[in-house]
């Protein structure tokens, strides 16, 4: 009798840290999906801002038609990469979205009454909030992709990755003329 006892105890606290095991590791994917609908959504909001930005340039410089057609391309690929689950495929799309602002904000040096308009800067303000939301993003999807990353890893939660479902996720890179230090001209 004390042998069933045992056996029943033993049966239901396996069972126990079956369901904790289970639970922690689809918990911890929901979690990184999460913020990395964070970035989708601060990715939305960038790409909603260029065409007002666009609009404002296109007043000043019209004849930039080139620079106009790279930032609509981006902002295309930005709306498609945000609306899939592929990572770097993301990425990819921000730092092309990047190059774009980059060669807009080099159009705009070329007009002082541009970078003196009250709507512009406005729109650089919201976009560089916009920039640091990015990054505080991706920086929590990584966090959040570091721990579930470390739990398939390691044990005794790996034996439970593959009932649950789980598997280790991709980190979001930063693209790269976001890993160096910006340099500055006098």
């Known amino acids: 009798m004390i042998y069933v006892i045992i056996a029943i105890a033993v049966l239901v606290l ?87 602002l980059l060669r807009v904000n080099a159009v705009a040096e070329a007009y002082p009454d541009l970078k003196a308009d009250a709507s512009f800067r406005d729109l650089q303000d919201q976009l560089a909030k916009t920039e640091d939301q990015i990054a505080f993003a991706r920086q929590y999807y990584n966090d959040a992709t570091a721990q579930l990353n470390q739990s398939v890893r390691t044990i005794p939660w790996m034996f439970f990755s593959g009932v649950a479902g789980v598997k280790e996720r991709e980190f979001y890179d930063a693209p790269t003329e976001h890993t160096a230090a910006p340099g500055v001209e006098f």
């Open 14 to 100: 396996l069972g126990i840290f079956f369901v904790v095991g289970f639970n922690r590791l689809r918990k911890q994917d929901v979690g990184a999906q999460e913020a990395l609908g964070g970035i989708d959504v601060q990715l939305t909001r960038r790409a909603e801002l260029i065409p007002n930005l666009v609009q404002t340039v296109k007043g000043y410089a019209a004849h930039e038609s080139d620079v106009f057609a790279e930032v609509t391309k981006a902002r295309a690929g930005l709306a498609a990469a945000a609306a899939g689950d592929d990572v770097p495929a993301k990425a990819a799309a921000d730092a092309a979205m990047q190059q774009a």
